[in-house]
């Protein structure tokens, strides 16, 4: 069964740091980019960054560009997300997700079931 | 960037109604970019249909997208129970990715 676990989320306050982990399961874990999506709960989704199979290629959105830094362990299965200079804006469930390239196209399958990330003094 | 607004905002139907949900983008976009999103509360999105049209592993057939340009359309035929849930669309373009606000589908 394919699967991604996250973990890593909590309360901080704004100005903090934290690490997202995201373990997977059940697949290929080198053949697949993979993305991370946050989603302020009761809103729409947004995407937040992706890195390549072997993590050598990353983007990210406006927003935490600078700020935010997505890696993986292939060795692990898991991928990462270092949240830096956390601001109140911030606070979301953050998903991971895997890339199912279509046409050279991101399509999202599976996801997560997300970690709460609550940036608050 | 291109921004997607879906329509309407909430719909409210009966099992075994039709559902048509509207995805509109401010600028053209590929029908090889659009794909949809379904959530149930408390739980991830999970990918319904992508380039447009094509259906995603395990999704029935009366889940049906269609469009071009700047409007796509996500119909479900005959609403199931299991469908009352909140629909995404998302668009990739020039290395930009965004999502609609998304549409919830509710049970009248």
């Known amino acids: 069964e394919v699967q991604l676990v996250e973990s890593g989320g909590g309360v901080v306050q704004p100005g903090g740091s934290l690490r997202l982990s995201c373990a997977a399961s059940?697949?290929?874990?080198?053949?697949?980019?993979m993305h991370w999506v946050r989603q302020v709960p009761g809103q729409g989704l947004v995407w937040v960054s992706r890195?390549?199979?072997?993590?050598?290629?990353?983007a990210y959105a406006d927003s935490v560009r600078g700020r935010f830094t997505i890696s993986r362990d292939n060795a692990k299965s898991t991928l990462y997300l270092q949240m830096n200079s956390l601001r109140v804006e911030d606070t979301a469930i953050y998903y991971c997700?895997?890339?199912?390239?279509?046409?050279?196209?991101?399509?999202?399958?599976?996801w997560g079931q997300g970690t709460l990330v609550t940036v608050s003094s | 960037e291109i921004v997607l607004t879906q329509s309407p905002g909430t719909l409210s139907l009966s099992p075994g109604d039709r559902a048509t949900l509207s995805c509109r983008a401010s600028q053209s976009v590929s029908t090889k970019d659009l794909a949809w999103y379904q959530q149930k509360p408390g739980q991830p999105p999970s990918l319904l249909i992508y380039g447009t049209s094509t259906r995603a592993t395990g999704i029935p057939d009366r889940f049906s997208g269609g469009g071009s340009g700047t409007d796509f359309t996500l119909t479900i035929s005959r609403l199931e129970p299991e469908d009352f849930a909140v629909y995404y669309c998302q668009q990739y373009s020039a290395s930009h990715l965004t999502f609609g606000g998304g549409t919830k589908v509710e049970i009248k």
């Open positions: 890195i390549d199979q072997r993590g050598s290629g990353t």
């Open positions: 997700a895997t890339d199912v390239r279509v046409d050279d196209k991101p399509f999202f399958d599976p």
């Open positions: 059940g697949f290929t874990f080198t053949n697949n980019w």
